[in-house]
């Protein structure tokens, strides 16, 4: 029977996430209606170049999701059978996956205890001949320690990518996260920070794997003149006219519409409202919570030189200290009217990868043991103060001692 914590959420529930769409949004996407353009039109171009300067890359490639970024980035860098790509453990699926769709071995490095961020040192651990990636995850929303891991990149002549889509209005160091690694890649699901519906956009400041993503998003195909591997005409004429195009590897469908393209624009247009809004929320948790026995430490270290995004608000909870299971304290926060989630199962322990990889507990214990504590609280920027207040109230009530 399933529990009823994980039942979906009735309108009476505060979620743990939601989109914030207003009139403009609607607007916007109701223009590119009426307009010639669904798909493949100017405003995938716009999107693109917007995207790009708001995180200060030089360039960006929009494609139908964050699973599908991930995997643009991997096919870009020719990973393959052979190679190993470290990845953290506390991070959805898509970010390993990502790595298998190409034939290549994930690898899984720690986290560090604090922050539940890739931690270098296992990085450095679990670096061999074989491998050619870091996958970074800036869980929750908040960066992880880029000089570290450029460095080790550098010193091991592995490229560096960052699964940034917990992240988007974060900023390490006075830069933007989407110019911090080699690749940056990014989700517009509607929990995230702007959403596209689906959607997703990587930022490089690299022209050529720019360009090898473009082409794998529409099927591995070019019909740039310049680009063509072969000087003559197709086979079966002679006569190499405008039409002409190449499929030069195998791609995929991972395009991105005008439509979702103009409400991400929007969307775009209020990103730092958004984010202002989630870090006082998030403000107004810390204060609230941090009398709480039972809540072993925050997980939110922003700071001047490191500005947290809240994606998540994540609370590490003793539940045997509180003398309650995870599901209870959902359970009785949801009759509460608080919906609440878990981010996430540590990928390595999932079936798959223990089947195909022979992944197994005690290997990654940081991340097991956080796994037993964490608990993700309502985070968005729609949440009214009325409402940051009904989840504070039920949190205290539920996890006092």
Known sequence: MTDSAFIPHPSSVIPYGRQSIDEADIAAVTEVLKSQWLTQGPKVKEFEGAFAAKVGARYAVAVSSGTAALHAAMAALGIGAGDEVIVPPITFAA????????????????????????????????????????????????????????????????????????????????????????????????VKHITTGEGGMITTDDETLTQRMRDFRTHGVTKDPDSFLSSDPCPLTSEKGPWHYEMQALGY???????????????????????????????????????????????????????????????????????????????ELRERGVGTQVHYIPVHLQPFYRARFGCKPGQCPVAEEAFGRVLSLPMYPALRDEDVERVVEAVRGVLSD
């Open 95 to 190: 970010t390993a996956n990502s790595v298998v769709f190409q034939g290549a071995t994930p690898v899984f490095a720690d986290v560090e205890p604090d922050t539940l961020l890739i931690d270098p040192c296992s990085v450095e651990e679990h670096v061999t001949r074989k491998t050619k990636v870091v996958i970074t995850v800036d869980y929750a929303g908040q960066p992880c320690r880029y000089d570290a891991l450029r460095k080790l990149a550098r010193k091991h002549g592995l490229v560096l990518v960052a699964d940034a889509c917990h992240a988007l209005g974060a900023v390490y160091k006075g830069r933007a996260v989407g110019s911090l690694a080699d690749l940056n890649t990014f989700s517009f699901h509607p």
């Open 253 to 331: 469908n991972y395009r991105l519409s005008d439509i979702s393209c103009a409400l991400g624009l929007s969307q775009l247009r209020k990103l730092d409202r958004f984010v202002t809004r989630r870090r006082e929320i998030a403000a107004r948790f810390d204060k609230a919570f941090r009398p709480l026995s039972s809540v072993l430490r925050p997980l939110a270290l922003g700071s001047q030189t490191c500005m947290h995004a809240y994606h998540l608000y994540v609370v590490q909870v003793d539940f045997p200290k509180l003398g309650k299971t995870r599901t209870r304290v959902m359970r």
